[in-house]
Structures are given as structure tokens and as C-alpha cells.
């Protein structure tokens, strides 16, 4: 992580996932909300990272002749793992078998990876809460991943939930789910977050003293004390 | 709120929805059960209130031209809801784009709107599990509603999780979901599910000394001291 | 239907729903395209006209009390509908109940409907086959349309197939689908959708003479004898 | 419940339905983890036993003439059901009715049933909460079973979840979830599963050390003093 | 078929599926059209017959002492059927297995089988197209059954489309899809289907004429001399 | 095309994908049946071809900075298919956009493509129809690709309709739809297919003659003078 990453990290762990949408909108990109991942616990904090992309396809039974060399798997991928990233995988929204399990994630754990995004699901409930590292998940389950899956590469672009993901991208995650910020606009949405949390704040403010919401807007210039939220 | 209301909601408020369900399905209603919405939170009371619906539809990107005039979007609405209704928002079960979010929210909380249900999503999930105000929703998202939906309407004849809902039907809402009570049947439906509510006490004591569900029926009128659940 | 009318729609029967719907995405407008219904026969011609919307709810089971007034029905829309017209009906994609039937339908000919575009189901497969108006539809279904579905109102925005419609935007369908054009941008993109024609038309030549497809744009300028097909 | 199947429970429930997926997948079974259904409460111990099947159809409404003897109901299945067993409902993944409601679960915990799965929906979300039987269902509804349900018959062969399910096999459930093991070979399936029990402590041991995946296998023989998790 | 039942047959055969259906519902059944089937060819002549039901569930690998005895498969049912009866096949939506293939089918032509209904899919579309059996189907596909699918018995209560069918149900497929009348009201609802043919007919009649359609009812009793459409 | 491919590819199209899928079958490969696709015309005869495979994932809406380079098209892919491939396009069965419109698959044509599987959609229905071209596809649209997706990669291991294909393997599609077999299994299959072919005609006309089909297994060898069906 570089140490342009660590200051973008910083500022984008006070931005909710609520208002980088809206500035994301703004700016023209519709799609940048994954469908499905939700943290497994509540008290997770919010993550950011950047994206190291894993993609599965359905798996073929094992049969001599099938293939001409052995796939690699997800242990293979989490040694390819940079400390800080987040792992999102690609499962096509399989529900009935693993992306992750519990000891492949330990092993991610201990590598410093930042978290994990699957639009499939992971097993080992009580192992993976148990655990420190933050997951978003679609689902819980109990086969593992050879029962539907196969790993057919990684760090190339992927979809995860509906939600096309490069390399590198930028992924914040909170209680509201996943976003993903295009690598070459994360200053900039960054910036227009924490703008956005600010305006957010005045704006409550407000209607906690019973302004209706139509003579909210615009926010008073040089009035604002607030930083954004942490 | 009329006097009137307050005493049948607080009749209302001591039947479960399941009761309900059961009294409207004997009654010919079949289809009364809202698909898709839960509540935030385990610990909401039953509430209970008139409809004030929304009806939303897939959103179209702002073009000049593409629209005569302005549309009005929730905030508008808001301040058309009176004390003690219960939003419900037919969002054809969008859950990629909010239908409302915590600023409107917490304004619909000051301005003493009961309750909000909709069969799409919200979002700002901390914020709105510490706001008070009790939501039943089909998912949490982080895209604002312009993502992907529109305000056409309010109070109209709508569509919520697959149930009609009109202008001023009788919501309940409780841990089991949300029922809709046509309004000119509430005060028929509310004395047959106290009813109701005093039989499921009577059946569930004798279960406990033992009495297999065969012998159960009927309830022994006269010997009934227990009143409706609250 | 206005002299204006008559010409614009004259030029978009010449202009396929594909190339509209690019047209409409290069002007930012991405979900004009209707989700789920295709056209009953395929040798119908391609139809152009004004928007007639119509809402439906799922339906209640007829219960006194339950509601103050009659509703209206698909009969009473019929005669509201001016000679023309294409009936959008919003039916939530409903496939087990008819949005219509053969008996309205027969009327809504003689009334000179041009045709009729619904997310739901039609019933009477034969005799609207049989019929000269061109439908185009989600599913075939036998039930009546009161098995699930009461007609809330007419001429009001709606979503069919997942796209906003409102009353008076320019329908187009053939038979690669439904593509909505709103009211204000139907000159514009008209103009643009004959244009789109040629330049499909020059392609489609270059490659039959073995041009590969990297060298095709853009269109030389001042050689182009074609026309828009009709 | 048998001596023999004391011992074989007592066994099983030291493995985690992640291991016993694991195992039939390697003895060639792929599809036995149940889709939908997950506890009603995270902190149910994991529940082990005989599958005691139940199989709904959609409901018909109550015509005379349109059956010729009344059909049987949940009432009268819980009686025929031995201690020990585990309810599976093959719903047809049904939520918008309930397959078990509150006093027929307090019925079968009288009768010394060991738990419920069911690929539909339970009512009474807060009495089945407060009461000590374990649960795994695919939703919380309101409605009554008879809304869209009747039982067609009991100890049949059934699919729960997408999976088959006959009369006797062993059920295993726990947090992540229902997975059916043929009865012919619950033993060797558990045998092996305690075996991946202690193969998966002895790696998570590893990993906690430091060391990567790819050295993990195979686990060396003979040092192994740990015993099956319960 | 016993004589009684030729009767009743030839009446139901010139009632269409959207006449019983309209019947029903007004008899209080509103669930008796089967999602999904369609004919395979639109020139199927209207079929009529008893239902003679087939039960799947999910395939379980074969494994040796997984099952105590050999399952009984297609090719045992398809001796069990009578003449004229129809074949209505409960196979839980699979659409990626046939339930039926050109063998059984020739061979439950041999034996008089008036038709098929499947809720899941068939195969060897071409071979099934060339044989004179009329087939109602929800998809083609290659594999064959046991790729997903276990015949579980046959003559049980089914479902078929969401549809409660019972052994001896009548049947009637056309080209709207396929209703099930309950036995015990097929003759009353075969009259009131002629009638209603009757009432179709002449109000078609008279929307030729141009007469709208709030005029046209109720029908002018004595003035019909149309009988039921063949 | 080697020389081995053009024996190879004469075989299998004498072989049914129903015989294929079973030969796959019990070869232990139970996912090689493509959901979704079905040929536009029912008059394609089978093709046979090596996979050249096309990945898509979501789009993201054109703006500056969000990718560091120009992402390569379709018109891109289809200069580097070899002849006699048939293109596998990994759509994710988007069907609100086109992953292959009328220009492109006419070029296609021009370079000896042998046929197009897609489980997203095509649009210029009446086009394709018209071209020689065979495609299988889940459906028609009208938008053009980058209303949803952009091309990410070719000659990857893909998923199409829920089965894994890998560069090279060899599909077969006809009637029935589409069939991935393995490169490395496709002499075996092949020759297993051939058989059962000759096999399902015998049993043809086992039963066209009225033999029960418990009489039909085995087939008696030596007699057979029948081949495989073309």
C-alpha cells in the first residue's frame, strides 16, 4: 500500500458507501453497488482497500482427459495476496457452495489481507465470526467450493454482483454493503465524499431542530465546523 | 387520527399479525400478507396505522426535454403525511436504490409518521437503526432513490410486496411482517382477532399440560378469564 | 393523432428499435427498453404511437366493506382510448392472469387501437392471433384478468417492463421488442434513428464485400445514395 | 431412537455440516446441503436425527365436491411423529404461508421431536423464538398454513431445499446450515467426518503458526492428540 | 374411460381453458391454471383426460447403500397408465433434465396415453414434434432424467405449475396451457363452460357489429342459437 | 481445422445432444447442458465446432480516468476467430442487452464462424433470421452491448449458462440445444454417442412394434445393421 493509498484510505474510511454512491451518480457511473455482500457481523468497521479479484466459474467433475493441467485454487491465490487488499470474488451468486472457508481465511487473515467481498456465499459461520477479518457475504453454507466451483484466474477484471471490478479498484464497505471507486477517479470521489458527509451532517442537524427538508438546500458556505464522520 | 381510530388501533395493537391473517383468510382475503418486508429491528413494537402510499417507478436519466415538469420526490411527500399514518412504498421490490434514506426519515419521524414499509430497500442503516422510528423493508442498499427509482404518486391505489394496498387501509405490522386490513372491514377484523388472540392463549396452555391438538377444539366458552395479548 | 404526429411517425416506421435504442443511450438515456414482451406473430409490421397507459394492482377478493367504490375496468379504459393509440399496460409481470382478452381486444380494433404492449400475459391465444391488432406480450395465460390483477387507473406514469412510461411518449415495437421515447426528445431522436439506418445500411454493404469491421467508421460523407428501409 | 443411533449421533454431533458436505461430496454425493432453510437462532447447539418427512402441495379452496375425504393436517402428522426425529417440510420453498405455526411446534416439543427444517416459512417468529425447539427455516410469514398449503402426506420420499430427502436418513443442522446423509451410510460418513474434523484442528493449528497452505498436506500421522470439536 | 366420463369429455372439448377458468374462479377456485406448460405445437387439438400423476424429486447419486431398494423408474409408470388418461408430471420446475424422452413417449402413444403435461422439460424436440402425441411442456433440453431427477411414485396428490392436482382430476390443455377441474366438479363446471362458450360468442357477435362493450351485457336469453365452438 | 477435428466433427454430428449428454453422464460429467440457449431457427442443422470463448462482465459508464486503457470489442474479437469455431459468449444471461447484433454476426459469417451460443441475448431478430448464420441464444433484445456489457476477454475459461467452457472444447448444439464436451474426452464420447444412437433407433423400433420397454435392454448384438442417424 502505497503512501498516496494510505491518505486516499484514511479520508475514504469517514465516507459512508451511502455518499460515495451519490457522488459516484453524480459523476455518471450508475453501477457501482455490488448486489448481495453484506457483512457478517454489524460491528465491522468500514473497510478500504484495493480490489484483488478472484474469478470462479462452475466446476467440472474431475475426469481424466478433462483437462489438460490442474487448476490452481484459492490457496494458490491467497499466497498472490498484497497486505491491505480486499479480496472480491467473482461466484456468479452460487449460494449452495463455498467461496471461502475458514482456514483458507485464517490464512488470508494472517497475510494482512483487508477483508473479503463474495457475491457467493462462505462457510464456517461460527470459525469466520469468530475471526477478525471482515467479511461481506450473500450467503452461508456448508459444501465447499469444489462442489460448484472452480477458481479460473485472478486479478483480472471481473463482475461481482452485478458490478464490473478491475484490478486495483478502489472497494469501501460498510453496514450499507459494497461500493466500487474506478482507480483513476478515487481522489476525486473522495473528496466530493467527505464534502457529502459534511452537507449530510448539516442537514440532520437541521431537521433534528424541525426545518422541513425543503428549505434545506444550499448548505451555508464558511458556517460548517463539522469534519467528516470516522 | 380520529377517536375513532384510537380505539381500534389499540385493539389492533394486542392482535398479532399472524391472528390477523388467519381472521382475514376466513373472511375470503387471501392475499393480504406483504411479500418481502421485515423490521429493522426484532425489538419494534406492533404498530399500527393508516396507509399513506408512494408509489415509485423506475427512474429515467434527467434529458431536457424528456419531461414536461418537475417531478416531486419524497421530500414533497413528506410533508403530506399526517400524524400517525405508516408510509408504505410500492418500490416493485427494488433493492439496488433506496426508497428513502435517514434524512427523510428522521423528518418523517418529527413530523409523527408511525412506521415505514416498503418492499424495496432503505439505506444509512446505522442511522436509521438509531433513529426510533420503526421501518419493515425487503433489504438495505446504499444507491440513492434516483439510481434507480421515481416518485409518480401519493396516496393512490398501490401495489406493496404483492398485496393492494389503498389510501387509508389499516397497516399492522409486527416481527411476522406487515398485514393490510381493507379499511370498511378494520373494526369486523380487529373483534374476530381478539378472538382469535384469546383461543391461540387458551390452546397454547393446554398444550403445555400436555393435551394433544386433537382434543383441543372447541374452546370451552365461559371459563376464559385471559384477555388479549399486548 | 396531430399532423406532427402523423410525420414523425411516419419516419420512425422506418427506423428499427435497435437503432433507437442506441440512439436513446448515446443521449444518456439507458433503459428505454422493455423487459419481457415480445410480439405474438412475427410478421407483424413494426407499430409507432402515443402512449395509452394502464395500471394494474393485485387483485382482492371481492368482499362488502372492503372497498367504497366500484372499480373500473379494462372496459370502461377502452372507450377512453383514442384511435391510435398503442395500451401500455403496467400488470407487474403477472403471467397467470390476462391483462386482456379477446373480447376487449376485438373492441379496442374496432376503436382503431394500434396495437397494445403488455408485461403481463394475454389470453385467447387463437383468437388474438386470429385478430388483426399486433400485441406484444410477456406470456399466453387462460385465467381472467380478476384472478390477480384490478385496473387502478389510466394515463398515469407506470413502469412496464421495468421502464418508466408516461402518458404520450412515443412507443415503437417490432420484432426485436418495445422501445419507449419520451414525448419531448421523439423529434430529435427520430432525425438521429434514420441516420443510425444509413449508416447500418453502408455497414451491412461493406461487410458483405469482405470489409473487416475496424475499417468501417465513419461513414464517407456525401457517397450515401440510401435511405432509411421502410 | 435405537442404541445404535445413540452412538451414531453422539459421533455426528461432533461434526460440522461443512466436513459431512465434504465427505459425501468425496464419496460422490454433491447434493445433500439444503437450500434455504438456516436457524431461527445462532445459538442452537447442533441438532442430529432421523428425518421424519412431511410433503405440501399449493392448497385448493374449499369446494364441495372437490375432494372426496378431508384431507390430513399438521395436527395429526405431530402425532404419528417418534421422539427423537427431525420434522422435514418439503414446502416447495413457500413463504408467503406458514408450514408451522406456534402450537403445533409446542405440540412437537411435547412429544420429544428434536427439531423442524422446512424449505418454506414459520409463523409466530417471537413464541417459536422463546420456545427451546430448534429451528431451520427459509422465512418468518404470518399467514396460516391452509393460505397456500395442504399436507399431501407424511414418511414419503421428498425433496427439502432441492435435495432428496427419504424417510429415515440422518439429518445433521447447524449454523451453516442442513445437510442429509443417506441412512445406509451414516456410519462410514461419520467416521470420516470426525477424521476431517480433526484434520481441519490440525490445520487451523498451522495456520495460526504461520504456515502457508501449500504445506499444510498431508497431516503427520501419529501426532495427533486432538480429539473431535463439540 | 367409462362411459359417463365420454361424455363429459366430448362436452369439455369444446370449452376452452379460458372459459373453465373463468368458471372456476367464479366457483371460488383461483388457482387451477398450471404455470409454465405450453404445446409444443399450436395446432394440438384441445385435449381432455384424467389425470394420471407422476411424483419427482432431486436425483441422489447412486452409491452403494445409500438407498435400500432400486427406485422405480419412467419406464414402470408408464405401464401403469390407462387409456386415455393424461400423463401430468410433478417435476419441480427442472428445466435442466427431461422428464420425458422420445422412447417413453412413443411408447406411451402405444398405449393410448391421450397426453402430456410437465412442469420441468422434455427432449428430443424433433422425435417428439413428428409424434402424434400432444405435449405441454415449460422447456426442451439434452439431459436425461436421472441427470437431476428421481421418479418418486406415481398416482399421489402432485403439484404441477403451482397447482394442486389429484389422481383422476380432469385435465383440458389447449392452447392458453392446461386446466385442472377437481373431479367431483367436472360436470357442473362442463356446463357452465358451455354456457359461458355460448355468452363469448355472442358478445364477440356483437363487438363486430360496433356495439361497446359496457351494452353488451347481460345476453338475451332465447335468442341463441350458437352452440358451443368444436 | 486439423484434419483429426474434421473426422471427429463428421461423427458427432450424426450424434444427438440428449445421446451426448447421457454418454457425459455416465461418464461422470453431470453440468455439460448449456441453460438458456435455443437455436432462432428449428431448421439449423447440428453444428460441431471448437469453442472460441467470450467473456463479458457489466459495463461502466464512460468516464474520464476510470480506465487506463481503451477495452477491446466485439468487432475485435471476431478477426480472431479461427474458422469452423463456434463463439461462446459468457453474457451472463443479460437479456436487456445484446452481446452480438447483425453487423458483427455478418462479418462472423464472412470469416467461416461455424455458429454463436450465447446465454445473453442478440438483437436484429429479422437479420439473424435471415442470415445463414446458426445461433443459439436465451433471448432477443433490441439495445445494443454496451448498454450492459463490455467485452472483457477472449479464449478464457468461461461459464455459459451455468457450465464451465474452456477454450477449445468442442460444442454441439442442435434442436435441443447446447453441449460442452471436454477436448480431451471428445474421441471417447464421440464413439460412446455413435453407439447409443444405434442403440435409441433399435429401441425405436422395439417399440413401434410394441415391445414393453422392460423387454428392450440389452440390445442384442450382431444384429444391427442400422448407423448412426445424420
Redesign the interface.
Known amino acids: 500500500m502505497a503512501q498516496n493509498d494510505s491518505l486516499l484510505f484514511e479520508a475514504l474510511r469517514g465516507v459512508?458507501?451511502?455518499s460515495?454512491?451519490?457522488v459516484l451518480?453524480k459523476?455518471?457511473?450508475?453501477?457501482?453497488?455490488v448486489?448481495g455482500p453484506?457483512p457478517m457481523r454489524?460491528d465491522f468497521p468500514r473497510i478500504v482497500g484495493r480490489a484483488f479479484t478472484m474469478r470462479f466459474?462452475?466446476?467440472?467433475?474431475d475426469?481424466?482427459?478433462?483437462?489438460?493441467k490442474k487448476l490452481l485454487v484459492n490457496?494458490?491465490a491467497?499466497?498472490a495476496m498484497p497486505p491491505g487488499c480486499i479480496a472480491v470474488a467473482d461466484a456468479?451468486g452460487t449460494?449452495?457452495a463455498a467461496t471461502f472457508?475458514?482456514?483458507?481465511v485464517?490464512?488470508m487473515a494472517?497475510r494482512g489481507v483487508a477483508g473479503i467481498v463474495t457475491d457467493g456465499a462462505v462457510?464456517?459461520?461460527?470459525g469466520l465470526l469468530a475471526s477478525r477479518l471482515p467479511i461481506w457475504t450473500s450467503g452461508?453454507?456448508?459444501?465447499?467450493p469444489?462442489?460448484r466451483l472452480?477458481l479460473?484466474?485472478w486479478q483480472?477484471?471481473?463482475?461481482c454482483g452485478?458490478?464490473?471490478v478491475?484490478p486495483d479498484d478502489i472497494i469501501v464497505a460498510d453496514?450499507?454493503?459494497v461500493?466500487v471507486i474506478?482507480?483513476?477517479?478515487a481522489d476525486?470521489v473522495a473528496a466530493k465524499g467527505m464534502e457529502q458527509e459534511r452537507l449530510?451532517e448539516w442537514?440532520?442537524e437541521q431537521?433534528?431542530r424541525?426545518v422541513?427538508?425543503?428549505e434545506?438546500a444550499p448548505m451555508p458556505e464558511g458556517n460548517i465546523k463539522t469534519t467528516a464522520k470516522h
Open positions: 459512508s458507501t451511502d460515495l454512491a451519490g451518480l459523476k455518471g457511473l450508475s453501477n457501482q453497488w448486489r453484506m454489524l466459474i462452475p466446476s467440472r467433475e475426469v481424466p482427459g478433462a483437462l489438460a490457496r494458490d491467497v499466497e456468479r449460494r449452495d472457508g475458514d482456514i483458507v485464517m490464512r494472517k462457510r464456517d459461520r461460527m452461508i453454507t456448508a459444501p465447499p469444489a462442489t472452480m479460473a484466474a483480472e477484471p471481473i463482475a452485478g458490478v464490473a478491475f453496514s450499507d454493503g461500493v474506478p482507480a483513476g477517479l476525486e449530510d442537514q440532520i431537521v433534528k424541525g422541513p427538508l425543503s434545506l
